[in-house]
């Protein structure tokens, strides 16, 4: 059993001895298990703990699950308008994790209880039932989409604004058309949305309000909670309905928390001539920038100096920050300080993900309140400025607006333990006319900014408190309304399987301004230079497309100049290199390449758009202190092997690959025990030339949206009947689990048995490898066979192209519902179940591709009916009504998640 009263006993565990919640937190926790319901808004300073709502979400759920708190969303998506940041969030939601998956000292220990009661939220016969789904949604490359199989269990999403709110409106960036449903359906319904300093966003509030009040209705016929929302700032514009945060008398109670939102820090404005009006980075102006910086680190050494006895490099910590608005300014600045002798790293957006990673296991204080024992200077964008746990000695940033300097601030003495701590704001004089916008801030904001810090210069408080109650005027609207999500887009949104005429742009939903946004595209490093030919390189990227943490993100303008500078400077490396583009290879690219006659630089670089992805070989230099820049004169490394999702080794030297093409089965078998072997496509064994390349496979990855799910296992033999059994068990038990109330739960359960009847056809049952059906069992999935072979086999079977095995199973349950009912037939049964069963693969939104002939032959009648006279469509509509575009798209999640998982488990 668990109470409110043992989170802090949870917190300490998570956090270490000593480390118990602050008295908001605790309210905030009483508030969510007592009302089922996060509050609108939760409002607290700088350094006062608002990440902790990841904590407050789990064992909120966890005291629900036993019984001992009211039901409360089971997924929370954290959302904020910073990559890295999003990482921040992830860290800690990951760190709760290992500890929940980890070992414990006793039965009776919190984190043990905690686990229990949330592993009991998970099905009991599942293979999988961690306590708690940790997922990272930023886009770019392959993202981990398997938190959509675990819908019942207690969950934290780290996402960015755009993707969010890209999938909740039915148009997930990076996302499969077949996977947009699922996603919006479970972003939508038995879901909170934390949006963190709601400030930079307020259109998101505005969508996610309203979707929630769309849904809702058809939330409470399926029995779980609406989206709920929740603005989380510092700087709060006004009061809200239901708030909960740090106020005086919260204060008064809890000197550790006083300790921090009244922790002593000053700020100073500097004042420059060099300050760029254009914001671009120049010369003087770095160095000036640079200047102060030397200047802070001078201070902080005097304040902390070295320890007599440390190891040589260390002393302890006394890392100062200096924060500029532009990646490029920031890369340079970086490698200034680190050319006049001082240890400096640089943190911004643009960043790999894997370098990050390193360069936390590296440097774990320098992202923590610890601090680092040798870093001097963390050059920053606005990555530090939100929800990262930082107690900087002092701060050089220059003019910004004043929510974002009041943010920067925030990082400066957090835990006030320090006598004080100095903010240095560099900008144009007191008296100068700021003339025109400075991206990514508009002169409005840098002339409120300016006048914000004047004041809080003058009163020489520049505590979390002193600004809360104090606070920067917001910045400027860049909308004169923001937009609602109505009904209507809602349908439209909803038509995922339709090619429409014009797709919606969801800027108006998603995005405070309407300017056009730049966009962006990501570099992968590959060792591509060793392959005979760039048709090599191309086969291979197929073989192992990029994944998300081999990404450099840039700009379009960017990569397209570095393109034309590679044209000129290298340009063996383009010739190489492979553009990926919606989950393949771009042809194109190599075919203007090839060509004498369009192959110069800006035409190739032309190609570009944006979310491609550049695959080029590690050689090319293109970096500047870890970054991709136009002039980048540093060359990288790929990613380890190791560390590539699904893969045990990437072969590509001649030497080796001449070896290990003359070894017989068994010895590849016992040189490579790891998994599967892939050679390139058309490579003869027997021609006795050494393949392009070899990859070993350390597990075998299906996409849940390919047909690949539809017929392969990792079992060697899946009877239908068993399967379409297991499928509904396990639908069924989801249900029960989420509580969802007993008419969609049965229509689950029956929709399970139905879903995947139509692979009775004698051809997909020959495609499963099933080619005499006079003694056996009809197939669910073929086993025991490569992936490679079940794409083969599809071509082979004699199936019309596109032809869909769910069609053919919901014409099969049409007609037998009807035939089965002596009395009336519950239409509005009829049509949930229908429904489910044909769009259980992400299809028939509104409609399919066939007629009915091409559909059939079996339940010939029923066909027509459904798709020669139009029935289908007239039965989403249908459905949409009562269950609501959300609700109908999460009741589908939950059969998909069904399926998916017990095909996972080889069932």
């Not at 808004?41 to 006062?48: D, E, F, K, S």
Request: hydrophobic share 40%.
């Amino acid at each position: 059993m668990l109470s409110t009263e043992e989170f802090g006993d949870f917190f300490e565990a998570v956090h270490g001895p000593g480390h118990r919640p602050f008295s908001w937190q605790r309210d905030l926790l009483e508030h969510l298990a007592s009302s089922g319901a996060w509050p609108e808004q939760i409002a607290a300073p700088t350094g006062a703990g608002k990440s902790s709502v990841i904590e407050v979400h789990v064992f909120a759920n966890a005291l629900a699950a036993v019984g001992a708190g009211a039901r409360v969303p089971r997924r929370l998506a954290i959302v904020v308008n910073r990559r890295a940041l999003t990482d921040a969030h992830a860290e800690r939601a990951n760190h709760i994790q290992a500890l929940l998956d980890g070992p414990t000292d006793s039965a009776a220990d919190v984190m043990a209880r905690v686990r229990e009661a949330l592993a009991s939220l998970r099905p009991a016969g599942a293979e999988r039932r961690q306590p708690l789904v940790v997922t990272t949604m930023r886009g770019a490359a392959a993202t981990d989409r398997g938190w959509l199989n675990a819908p019942e269990a207690c969950a934290v999403l780290c996402m960015t604004p755009d993707m969010w709110g890209s999938s909740l409106l039915f148009r997930s960036y990076g996302a499969s058309r077949l996977a947009r449903p699922r996603l919006a359906g479970l972003l939508a319904l038995d879901a909170a949305i934390v949006l963190d300093e709601a400030h930079l966003n307020r259109q998101l509030i505005v969508t996610a309000r309203r979707v929630g009040e769309l849904c809702a209705a058809g939330a409470e016929r399926i029995g779980v909670p609406a989206l709920q929302a929740v603005e989380m700032t510092a700087t709060p514009p006004g009061a809200a309905g239901r708030a909960v945060g740090v106020t005086r008398s919260s204060i008064a109670d809890d000197p550790r928390l006083a300790s921090r939102v009244l922790a002593p820090k000053g700020i100073r404005y500097i004042e420059t001539d060099t300050w760029p009006a254009n914001g671009q980075m120049t010369t003087k102006y770095r160095d000036a920038v640079v200047k102060q910086v030397i200047d802070a680190v001078g201070q902080a050494r005097e304040l902390i100096p070295d320890s007599p006895d440390g190891e040589d490099g260390a002393h302890p910590p006394r890392t100062i920050g200096c924060v500029l608005n532009r990646v490029g300014g920031a890369v340079q600045v970086a490698k200034e300080l680190r050319e006049k002798g001082l240890a400096c790293q640089l943190w911004v957006g643009r960043m790999r993900p894997w370098d990050l990673e390193r360069l936390r296991e590296e440097e774990p204080g320098l992202f923590g309140p610890a601090g680092s024992e040798r870093v001097d200077v963390l050059v920053a964008t606005q990555t530090v400025e939100v929800g990262v746990d930082l107690d900087l000695v002092s701060m050089v940033t220059e003019l910004a607006s004043g929510s974002s300097l009041a943010q920067r601030a925030g990082r400066v003495n957090r835990l006030g333990l320090r006598d004080r701590g100095d903010v240095i704001v560099l900008g144009p004089p007191a008296d100068a006319k700021v003339k025109a916008d400075a991206l990514p801030y508009c002169k409005e904001d840098l002339l409120q900014g300016r006048a914000w810090v004047l004041r809080r210069a003058g009163t020489g408080d520049l505590s979390p408190l002193a600004v809360s109650e104090h606070p920067p005027e917001p910045d400027t609207s860049r909308r004169v309304l923001y937009q609602r999500p109505e009904p209507w887009d809602a349908a439209l949104w909803s038509k995922t399987s339709m090619d429409l005429v014009v797709e919606p742009e969801l800027d108006l939903w998603l995005r405070d301004g309407l300017e056009p946004e730049e966009g962006t595209v990501g570099i992968v490093l590959r060792g591509l230079s060793e392959l005979p030919e760039a048709t090599a390189g191309e086969a291979l990227v197929r073989a192992v497309p990029p994944q998300e943490h081999e990404v450099y993100p840039t700009t379009v303008a960017t990569a397209r100049a570095l393109i034309e500078r590679l044209a000129d400077e290298q340009s063996a490396l383009l010739e190489s290199a492979v553009l990926w583009r919606d989950g393949d290879v771009h042809a194109e690219w190599q075919a203007r390449i090839a060509d004498p006659k369009r192959a110069d630089g800006q035409a190739i670089a032309r190609l570009l758009r944006p979310g491609d992805l550049l695959v080029i070989d590690a050689a090319a230099a293109i970096l500047t202190e870890g970054v991709v820049t136009p002039d980048g004169d540093e060359a990288g490394e790929p990613v380890p092997v190791p560390s590539l999702r699904g893969v045990a080794a990437m072969i590509t030297d001649d030497e080796e690959l001449m070896r290990l093409c003359q070894l017989e089965a068994e010895e590849l078998d016992s040189e490579f025990p790891e998994g599967e072997r892939e050679w390139p496509p058309g490579w003869d064994a027997e021609s006795g030339i050494a393949p392009a390349w070899l990859v070993v496979r350390a597990e075998e990855i299906v996409d849940d949206e390919s047909d690949e799910r539809s017929a392969w296992s990792r079992s060697p033999r899946i009877l239908l009947a068993d399967h379409n059994a297991a499928v509904s068990a396990r639908a069924g038990e989801i249900g029960e689990r989420i509580g969802l109330l007993p008419s969609p739960e049965s229509a689950l359960r029956e929709a399970g048995l139905w879903h995947d009847a139509g692979k009775e056809d004698e051809r997909f049952q020959a495609f499963l490898g099933q080619e005499d059906r006079r003694d056996d069992a009809p197939l669910a999935k073929s086993g025991g066979r490569p992936l490679k072979s079940v794409r083969r086999a599809w071509a082979d079977a004699g199936l019309p192209p596109g032809w869909r095995h769910e069609l053919a199973s919901t014409a099969a349950y049409w007609g037998q519902a009807r035939a089965d009912g002596e009395g009336p037939v519950d239409d509005g049964r009829r049509d949930l179940v229908a429904r489910l069963v044909g769009t259980s693969h992400g299809r028939g939104r509104p409609t399919f591709n066939h007629d009915p002939i091409t559909a059939g032959p079996g339940d010939s009648e029923a066909l027509e009916e459904l798709v020669g006279e139009g029935e289908w469509e007239s039965l989403i509509a249908r459905t949409d009504r009562v269950w609501g575009e959300w609700g109908a798209a999460y009741l589908e999640a939950l059969l998909r998640a069904a399926d998916c998982s017990i095909s996972a488990e080889g069932r």
